[in-house]
T-cell receptor, first 112, second 114 residues
Framework: DGGITQSPKYLFRKEGQNVTLSCEQN?????MYWYRQDPGQGLRLIYY???????QKGDIAEGYSVSREKKESFPLTVTSAQKNPTAFYLC???????????FGPGTRLTVL | GNSVTQMEGPVTLSEEAFLTINCTYT??????LFWYVQYPGEGLQLLLK?????DKGSNKGFEATYRKETTSFHLEKGSVQVSDSAVYFC?????????????FGSGTQLTVLP
């Protein structure tokens, strides 16, 4: 089945540690996105990538980094510079020429 | 810039009640409009969409009509079920220019009681 996978579903890290969240898609989509969701709020865009080896900052990129070395993979690193990293992180992808984005199941990151 | 405003929740209804979740938007040009649903602990699923004025999106008994004159895209369902309990997000995307992102509303929590 085609889809987007994010792993792990729950992630715990100590304050000051970098952590990388995985996002893989087998939909052959060109564009991929990372969003952050906080309780009672909508989704905020962190980074997006329209093509391999290219990505752009979203609205809240500070303290995060990404790479796009392969079409199917778009990992997100939450660095120690991110002041409030505890949140639910959602990855999405979109096929070129279409409007809708398809979402993965999310990773809940808790920094202790 | 673009923005989406949804009615604040939470909304609690009894099974078989009529549902309306209001959504209005601000955008230049002719955006595409979406409703996404998020079940507890999961990612978002596309529920329905509309790409031009007067289009009606529909899926699983839910409907929403793109009203350009009132810049609205209200979600409705005639008879809700317990399984409809979720968070509903209204979103828009500009159809021209950058492929940057969707702009989301803050979400509306719906609880349906048996």
């Amino acid at each position: 089945d085609g889809g987007i996978t994010q792993s792990p579903k729950y992630l715990f890290r100590k304050e000051g540690q970098n952590v990388t969240l995985s996002c893989e898609q087998n939909l052959n989509h060109d564009a991929m996105y990372w969003y952050r969701q906080d309780p009672g709020q909508g989704l905020r865009l962190i980074y997006y990538s329209q093509i391999v080896n290219d990505f752009q900052k979203g609205d809240i990129a500070e303290g995060y980094s990404v790479s796009r070395e392969k079409k199917e993979s778009f990992p997100l690193t939450v660095t120690s510079a991110q002041k409030n990293p505890t949140a639910f992180y959602l990855c999405a992808s979109r096929d070129r020429g279409y409007n809708e984005q398809f979402f993965g199941p999310g990773t809940r990151l808790t920094v202790l | 810039g673009n923005s989406v405003t949804q009615m604040e929740g939470p909304v609690t209804l009894s099974e078989e009640a009529f549902l309306t979740i209001n959504c209005t938007y601000t955008a230049t040009g002719y955006p595409s409009l979406f409703w996404y649903v998020q079940y507890p602990g999961e990612g978002l699923q596309l529920l329905l969409k509309a790409t031009k004025a007067d289009d009606k999106g529909s899926n699983k008994g839910f409907e929403a009509t793109y009203r350009k004159e009132t810049t609205s895209f209200h979600l409705e369902k005639g008879s809700v079920q317990v399984s409809d309990s979720a968070v509903y997000f209204c979103a828009l995307r500009k159809t021209s220019g950058s492929a940057r992102q969707l702009t989301f509303g803050s979400g509306t929590q719906l609880t349906v009681l048996p």
